[in-house]
């Protein structure tokens, strides 16, 4: 009986933390100067920047989700998602979320580090749901 009622309780932690984060309220919004000048910079002048946005960061202190789509020649427009260390206009460290962001800036992808960032962030998946509108 001890260990069905530990379990129960575990089981409502659980859903309880699930219900919490599920509430996360997740506003795109405009990126700053800064943080589209530094994609740009890690992109080249090659693949120009043609939609950006960005989302704060729900469980990075100081940091965004920035998505650009940006165009690659004979390929058509790409999204690339990044986590943008700092303010939106003082950005710092510059880390790949997706594939496309790593394949052309050449940025490091974010699951290789500690930021545990991915695709699977809610922050990342509106950025990808605005870059579509």
């Not at 795109?28 to 943080?35: L, N, P, R, W």
């Not at 693949?47 to 990075?60: L, R």
């Not at 594939?99 to 962030?121: F, I, V, W």
Request: proline share 3%; charged share 15%; net charge positive.
């Amino acid at each position: 009986m001890h260990i069905r009622k530990r379990s129960m309780i575990i089981c409502a932690a659980v859903i309880a933390v699930a219900v919490v984060v599920s509430a996360q309220t997740i506003t795109v919004e405009a990126a700053g100067v800064a943080q589209r000048n530094l994609i740009q910079v890690a992109l080249g002048q090659q693949y120009p920047i043609t939609k950006i946005a960005a989302v704060k960061s729900g469980k990075h202190s100081s940091a965004y989700y920035v998505g650009a789509m940006f165009r690659v020649a004979g390929v058509g427009d790409v999204q690339g998602v990044w986590l943008v260390g700092g303010a939106k206009e003082q950005p710092g460290t510059l880390l790949s979320i997706n594939e496309p962001a790593h394949q052309y800036s050449g940025m490091r992808l974010a699951k290789e580090t500690k930021a545990a960032a991915s695709m699977e962030d809610p922050e990342a998946k509106a950025l990808l749901i605005a870059l579509d509108r």
